[in-house]
């Protein structure tokens, strides 16, 4: 740890692990602002599918509970967001904060956003390979999960394999250079003092949590929510392709039945859950925290 660097505090965890709730909890107490590092909250329009809190926009920042959170709602769900993009963005968002004389928190369960912007990684730039793409295009699901686990194994286990869009991205990358798309990824010079702090649950509540919440997304207007952006935006819009939204395509071409699709999501949800540990688990500096008092506490020492 490296005391003359400004200091950052990242809380992590999987879907569902209480993330919000405790990094609510904690940049009220400390005065803090929050960053978010969520993939699918990136997105405006998709709410109850991204368990996204409800806010007002006030000076550039969405205020839930009064407290500032950057990086929530800014692009639309055609458009494609990349963790390069976060980084550059995030950065400028955290030199604000300190400019404040505040300590940034970083909260989410997108690993990639969290690495990237912490250890200040070089997100690998590969030329667009048109004819590459294409075949890539043309395989099935089952087709690009097989082929990315027999040549980057590494990234198998830790992307989204119902990603068609990722799984692509990952392949054009090993297949262009001859490198893992997750070693592809180079650290630069260090820029912050860190403290990790993860949620740890135990697995059967955690996915408890998970199917509790998507029967309650359910009831208040997932369907609706899903309908309207795909007929707004297409099934084919780079969002769409996301865990709470796709498990529904089926379902609106009366393939399957709403129980499939609800059985569906938590299953996905679940498998999510679980890939998001095993990315968390490879960063021996997360200090893993089973209450809110023991997060604090670390918090309170961090910040002396």
């Known amino acids: 740890m490296n005391k003359e660097l400004p200091k950052i ?35 405006k329009e998709m709410n109850i599918g991204t368990a996204k809190e409800s806010g007002v926009w006030q000076k550039g920042a969405y205020l839930i509970n009064k407290i500032p959170h950057y990086l929530i709602d800014t692009i639309y769900p055609n458009e494609i967001y990349s963790a390069a993009q976060f980084s550059v963005e995030a950065k400028n968002v955290v030199k604000n904060i ?15 956003y969290i690495d990237v912007l912490i250890n200040n990684f070089s997100i690998p730039e590969v030329k667009p390979n048109l004819v590459l793409r ?6 099935s699901l089952v087709e690009l999960q097989e082929l990315l686990k027999k040549i980057d194994p590494e990234t198998y ?123 968390f688990k490879r960063n021996q500096e997360i200090n893993w925290c089973k209450s809110l008092a023991e997060a604090e506490k670390l918090v309170q020492n961090f910040l002396k």
């Not at 400019?99 to 690993?111: D, L, M, Y």
């Not at 294409?134 to 395989?139: C, R, Y």
């Open 9 to 43: 505090i990242v809380i992590c965890g999987p879907t569902a692990s209480g993330k919000t709730g405790w990094s609510l909890a904690l940049a009220k107490k400390f005065n803090s602002e929050i960053i978010s590092a969520d993939s699918r909250q990136i997105y």
């Open 98 to 112: 300190y400019k404040k004389k505040k300590t940034p928190f970083i909260v989410g369960g997108t690993g990639l």
């Open 134 to 139: 294409v075949s890539l295009e043309e395989k």
């Open 157 to 279: 286990q830790t992307i989204d394999l119902k990603n068609k869009r990722r799984l692509s991205r990952a392949l054009e990358v090993v297949i262009t250079t001859g490198e893992s798309f997750k070693n592809k990824q180079q650290k630069g010079k260090k820029l912050f003092n860190v403290l990790y702090i993860g949620i740890d649950l135990p697995r059967e509540i955690l996915y408890d949590r998970i199917n509790t919440r998507i029967d309650e997304q359910i009831k208040t207007g997932l369907l609706g929510e899903v309908e309207s952006l795909a007929n707004k935006y297409s099934w084919e819009s780079p969002a769409m392709s996301g865990i709470g939204y796709r498990q529904f395509k089926d379902y609106f071409a009366g393939l399957i039945t709403l129980d499939k699709a609800k059985e569906d999501l938590k299953q996905a949800t679940r498998q999510y859950a679980k890939r998001q540990l095993t990315w």
